[in-house]
């Protein structure tokens, strides 16, 4: 199947930093790419659907000036945690796709601590 | 009223048993249904598609009714490394987006 990377797996940062998350597909060409964020015992929440080239479409409640997407190649997505607090704290995970799917390849996520 | 629903459970059943999930989604535009399965911490796989006329894997089997907007899945002879979150997701209505329910945590016991 396809294998799609993130980095880095964790990262602990102090409160008012910014924290970078990259997104690899290694063996396919995303032409679009996701990002989750996943509370301790909830589900998967979409941040944010990014196609490549273009500008990342951010879901409601979401604010784009705080979680930058870039999708500057079709094999690279990052998501830069702006200003961090400990309430961004969450695992991060990123999947990835080509167009005209619905089948998603996730990363394996990041794990973001803020204190 | 959430877009896809499920049982949160958990579930704890025997080694051997057979497990049945449910599942419901309110958009009807929804196109593409998946189970994935999530390991604690760890991100989520794709354990199968959901097609109208059901589909088998093994000791799975998936079923969905477009009419009642449900999507099941079964495991029969579960094993211990079956335990697991199972999470029903539905895609569809534009922008390839998945919708993923809160999961079903399944714990099997030997």
């Known amino acids: 199947g396809a294998v799609v990377s993130q980095h880095p797996s964790w990262v602990i940062c102090k409160s008012g930093t910014s924290v970078k998350i990259e997104c690899r597909s290694l063996?396919?060409?995303?032409?679009?790419m996701f990002w989750y964020r996943q509370f301790p015992k909830q589900s998967l929440m979409l941040m944010a659907t990014?196609?490549?080239?273009?500008?990342?479409?951010?879901e409601q409640g979401v604010e784009k000036d705080k979680f930058l997407i870039n999708h500057a190649s079709l094999t690279l997505s990052t998501l830069t945690v702006t200003s961090a607090h400990p309430e961004d704290s969450s695992f991060y995970i990123c999947?990835?796709?080509?167009?005209?799917?619905?089948?998603?390849?996730f990363g394996p996520g990041t794990r973001l601590t803020v204190t | 009223r959430k877009e896809v629903e499920q049982d949160p459970g958990p579930f704890n059943v025997p080694e051997g048993a057979t497990v049945a999930f449910n599942c419901t989604y309110s958009?009807?535009?929804?196109?593409?249904f998946f189970w994935y399965r999530q390991d604690c911490r760890k991100e989520p796989k794709l354990l199968m598609s959901?097609?109208?006329s059901g589909n088998e894997d093994g000791r799975f089997t998936a079923q969905l009714n477009r009419a009642s907007q449900y999507i099941s899945l079964l495991i029969r002879d579960s094993k211990l490394s079956d335990s697991a979150t199972y999470l029903c997701?539905?895609?569809?209505?534009?922008?390839?987006?998945?919708?993923f329910g809160q999961g079903t945590r399944l714990t099997i016991n030997p």
């Open positions: 958009n009807s535009a929804s196109q593409s």
């Open positions: 997701v539905a895609g569809g209505g534009g922008a390839q987006k998945l919708v």
């Open positions: 063996d396919f060409q995303a032409t679009t």
């Open positions: 959901v097609y109208s």
């Open positions: 990014s196609n490549e080239g273009s500008k990342a479409t951010y």
């Open positions: 999947s990835a796709s080509w167009q005209g799917t619905y089948e998603q390849y």
